[in-house]
């Protein structure tokens, strides 16, 4: 009952999509439906009832396979969890300033390596280091594609075959179960754990030093913090003991914060400034969570240090695009500038205050009350950093507690993400939570509609 190929390709509706597409394509696609449905005959998912019928379903289903193979599977969604550095959802959405700097790049040639004044070639990491300089007088600096490549980077050139004096309480696992252990291993260091899961002494540092030891390296912990009968040592300590037995130093500080968070109950993320300032040599960071911009790896401190790690030709497979590169530079500028707080989403969000967010939760609340078969109630609640930073931090915020009269909660939030655009949002207490601090003020009226199909069951807007 199953159609020929030939047939099929000779059908009204594939000589459409040929003519849009192409032969080879639609070939591809059509063999590719028709081994689906041989399968579901032989497994007995399918029983066509004629040969026709069946071949208007094939034909169907290649129509729209091939429309949704050209279609890019990344989409934007709506954040309504209250994670602001949200893995999962692509971490930092970037600033305006970076959207411009992409613009104004992407579609052009631009002088990445090239020397304008000279006419001569240029380099490319200039582009962003002038900023950073200006930034951390006094350091030199180095960006790659991400912080676990600043860090392998570093361990590579400056350990490699040599000890690396870390902690056993931070040899932690990030995300995608990328451990600090196994980048260490990739690096060709050698791991010397000292202390234990739960206390390091100042002492432990000092008896693991040798003529092996290559460098000291502190890790920022993430996702997780080791409370009750526990110490660390502080990096200043660290730095001291470093200075005074000649060897180098490095922080992996993870999140890449430049500015001071405590005011919002945040005491766990000290800048990169503050760190520099105690004395640790070299420094790496992330660009794409507190630092609020694209995926990156920055390395900031001594210049020596930084020059010989510039002469590691494993640099080259980690460097950035001309885009990135560019959307960085509009990132740092913003701090540089002093207009981070206003103009980097991820910071306009944290420093959003409680009777800000209640406002904008009150009025959406009152244009959900017009809703049938919605009940919203305002709650105090907490909103989370994310990204590993500050795991342990909560802080208070209003979010809106929903409730509906058809659906259950799981219900609920799969209709919510088949929506388009998504609205991803998080439940508690058999209730919707929506937490409007990652949510964007013009998104609003798309959680309204979102909701309001709910009962409808319209879901695509």
Known sequence: MIPKVDELLKSPDIEAEISQYSREFIATILREVLEEVREEIHTGKCMPETKETLKEDILARIVSAAGSSLTSPLIPVINATGVVVHTNLGRSPYPAAALKAIENIAPSYSNLEFDLEKGARGNRDEVVEKVLRRIFPGTGALVVNNNAAAVLLVLNTLAEGKEVIVSRGQLVEIGGSFRIPDVMDKSGALIREVGTTNKTHYEDYVRAISERTGLILIVHPSNFKVIGFSST???DKIAGLGREKGIPVVEDMGSGNFLNLTPFGIKDEPTVQEHLAMGIDL?????DKLLGGPQAGFIVGR????????????RRALRLCKTIYA?????????LKGTARENIPVMKMIHITYEEMEARTR???????????????IERDGFKIGGGAAPDAKIPTPVLALETKKLSVDACLRKLRSHRPPIIARARENRVILDLRTVFPEQEDAICAALQSLETGNTRK
């Open 233 to 235: 040592v502080e990096p």
């Open 283 to 287: 420094v790496t960071f992330s660009g």
């Open 303 to 314: 210049e020596d240090l930084i020059a010989q790690i510039r002469k590691n030709h494993l």
């Open 327 to 335: 959307a960085v530079s509009a990132v740092l500028l913003e701090y």
């Open 363 to 377: 009025a959406l609340k009152e244009k959900l009350d017009a809703l049938p078969g919605i009940l919203a109630e």
